[in-house]
């Protein structure tokens, strides 16, 4: 039966998976800057028996042929890390200063070169072919995907679905989770320049205190989500970083910065919401006599998983896990690159728990603590493995 093969194989090589993991976690590099990353890729899959081809730079991609004529289905990874300082005293924490792979890429490429393993080992079962994809830029604006998306990485063979994988620390480790139709959210970048006249902290009756017309700008764009955006629809509006330019206890700056991010899940609200943010940064600060200049960066769309894919998908990781171990997902107003995938061809996006509470692996992605329990991998490389195999059976 290829599902104890697929078990015994995955279980066979995860020491060997965990290491990969250890070696990428302890040299991270940040979004298209995974030169070594991508060299300990292609290294890996050349022991394998697989051609690895650059794309984009510092991306990978191979082929796995099967036995059997069939179609093409695709696995992708993310290489790249984040700009954290890791706060770890594990063994295979981070040597590189202020780098972290602190959203699991790490994992995710560990885990698929376990998969890469598994399926070489088992092509003569195969019925069609697998592409593997390395995808750099997942964490930074334009995204990867879009990248190699547009350098063909799609095509010379056409794909014709694609999975990915992320680890959830949300989910204890042993299960994984999947959702149908809509799952995470697009993201647009929102920078806002608000211009006024500085002077004395004591006398601000010559001034126009782009502070107070800053937080004034704040407090009204709140009013986007809460009376202009349809109930129905989610939608996420967050500012992470104000700073005046000059400012001091008793000096009024001329100027203050205002950084922030717009989620949601539709593409004719997303347009109008921003459309809303620049009008009402705008007419605010007209009113105190001040100046908005809004820059707003438009970044990944939505993510929708084909819903008669990923019921398929589903129903195999059941048969790989059992059923207790497959969980359903809520919607996420995260965003990811992999959304550009699911815009051309079906795809399904799932998660793979990495939580233990017992070890004290708790801590949310995109901190300075995060960890996975690497027993995850396991199961990381193997269903990854399981869900191609029965995709390719299934087409």
Same mark, same amino acid.
Not at 80 to 106: Q, T
Not at 181 to 196: C, N, P, Q
Not at 237 to 264: C, D, M, Q, W
């Given at each position: !039966?290829?599902?104890?093969?697929?078990?015994?194989?995955?279980?066979?090589?995860?020491?060997?998976?965990?290491?990969?993991?250890?070696?990428?976690?302890?040299?991270?590099?940040?979004?298209?800057?995974?030169?070594?990353?991508?060299?300990? *890729?292609?290294?890996?899959?050349?022991? #394998?028996?697989?051609? =690895?081809?650059?794309?984009?730079?510092?991306?990978?991609?191979? !082929?796995?042929?099967?036995?059997?004529?069939?179609?093409? *289905?695709?696995?992708?990874?993310?290489?790249?890390? #984040? =700009?954290?300082?890791? /706060?770890?005293?594990?063994?295979?924490?981070?040597?590189?200063? $202020?780098?972290?792979?602190?959203?699991?890429?790490?994992?995710?490429?560990?885990?698929?070169?376990?998969?890469?393993?598994?399926?070489?080992?088992?092509?003569? &079962?195969?019925?069609?072919?697998?592409?593997?994809?390395?995808?750099?830029?997942?964490?930074?604006?334009?995204?990867?995907?879009?990248?190699?998306?547009? &350098?063909?990485? #799609?095509?010379?063979?056409?794909?014709?679905?694609? %999975?990915?994988?992320?680890?959830?620390?949300?989910?204890?480790?042993?299960?994984?989770?999947?959702?149908?139709?809509?799952?995470?959210?697009?993201?647009?970048?929102?920078? %806002?320049? *608000?211009?006024?006249?500085?002077?004395?902290?004591? !006398?601000?009756?010559?001034?126009?205190?782009? *502070?107070?017309?800053?937080?004034?700008?704040?407090?009204?764009?709140?009013?986007?989500?809460?009376?202009?955006? =349809?109930?129905?629809?989610? +939608?996420?509006?967050?500012?992470?970083?104000?700073?005046?330019?000059?400012?001091?206890?008793?000096? %009024?700056?001329?100027?203050?910065?205002?950084?922030?991010?717009?989620? +949601?899940?539709?593409?004719?609200?997303?347009?109008?919401?921003?459309?809303?943010?620049?009008? %009402?940064?705008?007419?605010?600060?007209?009113?105190? $006599?001040?100046?908005?200049?809004?820059?707003?960066?438009?970044?990944?769309?939505?993510?929708?998983?084909?819903?008669?894919? +990923?019921?398929?998908?589903?129903?195999?990781?059941?048969?790989?896990?059992?059923?207790?171990?497959?969980?359903?997902?809520?919607?996420?107003? @995260?965003?990811?690159?992999?959304?550009?995938?699911?815009? &051309?061809? =079906? @795809?399904?996006?799932?998660?793979?728990? +990495?939580? /233990?509470?017992?070890?004290?692996?708790?801590?949310?992605?995109?901190?300075?603590?995060?960890?996975?329990?690497?027993?995850?991998?396991?199961?990381?490389? $193997?269903? !990854?493995?399981?869900?191609?195999?029965?995709?390719?059976?299934?087409?």
């Amino acid at each position: !039966m290829i599902k104890q093969r697929v078990f015994e194989l995955s279980k066979s090589i995860k020491q060997e998976v965990i290491q990969h993991r250890q070696k990428i976690h302890q040299n991270p590099e940040l979004s298209f800057q995974e030169f070594q990353t991508a060299d300990y *890729v292609e290294n890996y899959l050349k022991s #394998l028996g697989l051609v =690895p081809n650059r794309i984009s730079s510092t991306g990978v991609w191979a !082929m796995i042929e099967g036995s059997r004529s069939g179609k093409t *289905v695709a696995l992708r990874a993310d290489l790249d890390a #984040l =700009p954290i300082k890791e /706060n770890s005293n594990k063994n295979y924490a981070s040597k590189n200063e $202020g780098v972290m792979h602190a959203c699991g890429h790490d994992a995710h490429t560990a885990s698929l070169l376990g998969a890469a393993k598994i399926l070489v080992n088992l092509k003569d &079962e195969l019925k069609g072919q697998v592409k593997l994809i390395f995808q750099p830029g997942e964490e930074k604006f334009p995204g990867g995907a879009s990248l190699l998306i547009k &350098e063909g990485v #799609l095509e010379n063979p056409k794909v014709d679905c694609i %999975i990915g994988q992320h680890v959830m620390p949300l989910i204890n480790r042993g299960n994984v989770g999947f959702r149908k139709g809509l799952y995470m959210a697009s993201t647009d970048e929102i920078y %806002i320049k *608000v211009i006024g006249k500085g002077g004395h902290g004591a !006398m601000p009756q010559f001034c126009v205190d782009p *502070v107070m017309v800053a937080a004034t700008i704040l407090v009204n764009l709140q009013q986007i989500v809460s009376r202009k955006a =349809p109930p129905i629809i989610p +939608t996420v509006l967050s500012f992470g970083k104000i700073e005046s330019k000059g400012g001091a206890t008793n000096i %009024i700056p001329n100027e203050v910065n205002i950084e922030g991010t717009l989620r +949601t899940l539709n593409e004719e609200w997303r347009a109008k919401a921003k459309e809303h943010i620049v009008d %009402i940064a705008r007419q605010t600060a007209e009113s105190f $006599g001040a100046k908005a200049i809004v820059d707003i960066k438009k970044g990944y769309p939505f993510l929708k998983n084909d819903d008669q894919f +990923t019921d398929k998908l589903k129903i195999s990781a059941q048969e790989y896990l059992g059923e207790e171990q497959v969980e359903d997902l809520d919607i996420w107003m @995260a965003a990811e690159d992999f959304s550009y995938y699911s815009q &051309e061809i =079906p @795809a399904c996006f799932y998660r793979l728990g +990495t939580r /233990n509470e017992s070890k004290g692996i708790v801590n949310s992605v995109h901190t300075d603590s995060f960890d996975i329990d690497e027993d995850a991998l396991e199961i990381g490389s $193997g269903l !990854m493995a399981y869900l191609a195999i029965m995709t390719l059976e299934q087409q």
